[in-house]
């Protein structure tokens, strides 16, 4: 199994003690409980509060500032005192914020975490054994009647909503500005973007490139979310929108001008190993020898920092009870396996793009 370093000394060897060990095994036991503490001390201001007075407050200076009751900010202080968020200086009996709490509150990749999990997942995580099961996403019974989430997107509530185009958005925006240096290194003429969303990989190409024309393929909801996103941004007339669902085999990827690039971004994590085979192998029939097919995603082996690798599995839970029922975040080599059975092969494999993101380069065998 091909480990990052960090990765492999994490993984491959205890790492607890045996009363740590204990610890670990109670967290997770407890897990959900965590889970809804520590979000409300972020909802209810307590963890602001406390980065914002270094010098530490009492729990009666922090009912005072918020809206909660003596007994609940009891007990969520208690609570964050053991989860680790939060700190107690005994001698003064006032609160500090913790390195982990900092963390919670500051890192964006971990709000972005939070809310997604809070408005898509909590309630559907329930019936992820169901899901494994019966191999279909249970648990977006809870938003809709669909096959897959992708088909209702635009009719979720405004929370789910909201947080799950801030999950999709943040990890793919803060890896666009490496991603463009890459593909564009080449002279791109027609890029073909696959599972293109609402279209902010093709406004960053057409305003990256003045002379790139991108069309994107999607869903037909999809695209129709795209030109309203779109409609306004410069360059938007090299923008053009074809809707087709990946999952019907007989859908055959456009052949009406040459691309020389063709973009699939966080895509392939939304299908099972069978689908991907058959995406790739459309995109092979269309691809000339100098066509270079660049596939981004988040490989969880090829993390540089163990958190990105934790996040990144437990997305592939998300995807099993919530997106699909039969897709993950993959590991390198299943990829590699894929593709290879597409008629395609790797040329090189880029890591290290923005927050973690991995890009396969690919060409036609």
């Known amino acids: 199994m091909i480990l990052f370093p960090e990765l492999e000394k994490r993984y491959t060897r205890e790492v607890y003690s045996t009363r740590e060990a204990q610890r670990q095994a109670e967290f997770i036991a407890f897990g959900p409980i965590v889970f809804e503490a520590s979000r409300l001390m972020v909802k209810h201001g307590i963890l602001d509060m406390l980065r914002d007075n270094a010098e530490g407050l009492t729990m009666e200076e922090i009912t005072d500032r918020c809206s909660l009751t003596p007994y609940a900010v009891k007990c969520l202080m208690e609570a964050a005192l053991t989860i680790g968020t939060v700190l107690v200086d005994p001698a003064t009996d006032r609160f500090t914020l913790s390195k982990v709490g900092w963390f919670l509150l500051t890192d964006n990749a971990a709000r972005v975490n939070l809310d997604f999990n809070h408005d898509v997942n909590y309630k559907g995580f329930f019936h992820l054994d169901e ?29 789910a909503q909201k947080s799950w185009f801030g999950f999709d958005h943040f990890y793919s925006d803060h890896s ?26 093709a406004t960053q190409c057409v305003r990256y490139d003045p002379q790139v024309h991108v069309t994107i393929l999607d869903l037909p909801a999809q695209i129709a979310l795209m ?9 938007s007339d ?26 699939m971004s966080q895509f392939l994590d939304c299908f099972s190993e069978k689908e991907i085979v058959s995406i790739l192998s459309r995109a092979a029939a269309i691809m000339q020898p100098d066509t270079r097919l660049y596939i981004m995603e988040l490989l969880w082996n090829r993390q540089k920092y163990e958190p990105a690798a934790f996040c990144i599995t437990m997305t592939s839970l998300y995807f099993a009870a919530m997106a699909n029922g039969n897709s993950k975040m993959y590991y390198s080599e299943d990829l590699e396996r894929l593709i290879d059975q597409a008629g395609l092969q790797v040329d090189r494999i880029v890591d290290g793009i923005g927050q973690g993101h991995n890009i396969l380069i690919c060409s036609k065998k």
């Open 176 to 201: 666009f500005d490496d991603a463009l240096k890459l593909v564009f290194s080449r002279k791109i003429r027609n890029l073909l973007d696959v599972g293109g969303n609402t279209g902010r990989w």
């Open 238 to 263: 090299r923008i053009e929108g074809i809707g087709m669902d990946m999952l019907d085999p007989q859908a055959q990827f456009p052949t009406d001008k040459p691309y020389d690039a063709i973009w």
């Open 131 to 159: 899901s494994f099961q019966e191999g279909k996403p249970v648990g977006l019974k809870l938003f809709g009647d669909w096959a897959t989430i992708y088909e209702g997107l635009s009719q979720l509530p405004p929370a």
């Open 227 to 235: 030109r309203r996103a779109t409609a306004d941004v410069p360059g």
